[in-house]
């Protein structure tokens, strides 16, 4: 079936490094997204990895895709108070329109 | 370059009433979306429409219609509201339905059912 899940919260420094993780079930899955949620807003699409890729940095953010135990980890370097929000991971199965979402991480980044 | 609008941001209604949320896009996208998002559950899609003419269901359709007025916009029309439907409803558009489907999102209308 199709699932995605990710811890609910993330508590860091201002400064450290942030890494929040998700798991989805469907192997056909092609493309993998991380979105992020600030409070009121909608959602902003931060970055994606194709399903052939292991690791895609941009900027602060690094997304590493294991494919094998069909884990994917978003790095945020350097985090700002900004980084604060809620961040969403999804997936497309292979040949579908639907966007699967997980339920989101809330990072919290404390001064 | 506005993106993806939404109107109206926040709805009170009552049990019954009804209701039409309205989106529009102007990156000329084929593909538009309308999801709900609840505490706890992320988002899940409601409808769907994959390109001008077309719309299809989702998710979580039931209580909810939906019209592709052009290929700006897609609107969500709620016939008789329930307090189940108490959630923030984003709309959302993307160039492609398949592949690498980049879905842009909007601001949200928050609403809620007494």
């Known amino acids: 079936g199709e699932d995605v899940e990710q811890s609910l919260f993330l508590s860091v420094r201002e400064g450290d490094s942030s890494v929040i993780n998700c798991t989805y079930t469907?192997?056909?899955?092609?493309?993998l997204y991380w979105y992020k949620q600030e409070p009121g807003a909608g959602l902003q699409l931060l970055t994606y990895?194709?399903?052939?890729?292991d690791m895609k940095q941009d900027q602060r953010l690094t997304v590493l895709l294991n494919k094998k135990d069909k884990h994917l980890s978003l790095r945020i370097a350097d985090t700002q108070t900004g980084d604060s929000a809620i961040y969403f991971c999804a997936e497309i199965p292979d040949s579908s329109y639907k966007l699967i979402f997980g339920s989101g991480t809330r990072l919290l980044v404390r001064p | 370059n506005a993106g993806v609008t939404q109107t109206p941001k926040f709805q009170v209604l009552k049990t019954g009433q009804s209701m039409t949320l309205q989106c529009a896009q102007d990156m000329n996208h084929n593909s538009m979306y309308w999801y709900r998002q609840d505490p706890g559950m992320g988002l899940r899609l409601i409808y769907y429409?994959?390109?001008?003419?077309?719309?299809d269901k989702g998710e979580v359709p039931n209580g909810y219609n939906v019209s592709r007025l052009n290929k700006r916009e897609f609107s969500l029309r709620l016939e008789s509201a329930a307090p189940s439907q108490t959630s923030v409803y984003f709309c959302?558009?993307?160039?492609?339905?398949?592949?690498?489907?980049?879905?842009?999102f909007g601001p949200g209308t928050r609403l809620t059912v007494t």
């Open positions: 959302a558009s993307s160039e492609l339905t398949t592949g690498r489907n980049e879905q842009y």
């Open positions: 469907d192997s056909s899955s092609t493309y």
């Open positions: 429409s994959a390109s001008e003419g077309t719309t």
């Open positions: 990895i194709f399903s052939n890729m």
